[in-house]
């Protein structure tokens, strides 16, 4: 299981917001395809490190990457364009994707920066 | 129950990415406080939506913002600063914060902007 919530670098770097509504709460491989990309991710250049969660059929996945290049090489790695492809043909109803450049950051107990309100 | 994905206007807005750990599952007032919170945060100037998921004791929430500034002052709105504290003292193990700028965004099937796929 990976650190949650993620530790990341001094800002500035990427965020990609990724919230999703699955067609069902069937597993269909979904969930060893997520467990797959989560992986595939992970080697790739840029990466800083990943959090989801999921409601139901409600789910919120943040990556976060050095840079916009490679959070858009990542979206075009070939065996990730096909879990695209397969997410919107079986897994998803509808799904969005923001992408985001992350300016300031802080955390409780431990965090990169004093806390605003200590 | 707010719309999901929540639907969010041309970018550039702002997005507040939390990542928090519970305590524990138990409820202890927080689900109460959530639901209060996000009613609360709906009523604030530059509102543009929320978005949640939790697994287990793992929670991601986004809201979205006109601005940096509209974000940072629905931090100070007093009832939500005791939430944080209340939040500190009895709901959460750890968390973070991350305040970003969109400057993109896509959905599927029906988008903002052309999918980058099609």
Do not use: C, N
């Amino acid at each position: 299981m990976a650190a949650f919530p993620t530790t990341t670098p001094e800002p500035p770097y990427t965020a990609v917001v990724f919230t999703s509504v699955r067609t069902d709460e069937d597993d269909e491989g979904y969930a060893a395809a997520a467990a797959r990309m989560d992986e595939l991710a992970a080697q790739q250049d840029g990466y800083l490190g990943i959090e989801s969660a999921r409601s139901g059929r409600e789910g919120l996945t943040v990556s976060y990457w050095r840079d916009e290049g490679s959070a858009r090489a990542w979206k075009q790695v070939v065996e990730h364009l096909a879990a695209q492809g397969e997410g919107r043909r079986r897994w998803y109803a509808a799904y969005r994707v923001r992408v985001a450049t992350v300016h300031r950051e802080y955390g409780w107990p431990a965090g990169r920066g004093p806390h605003p309100d200590l």
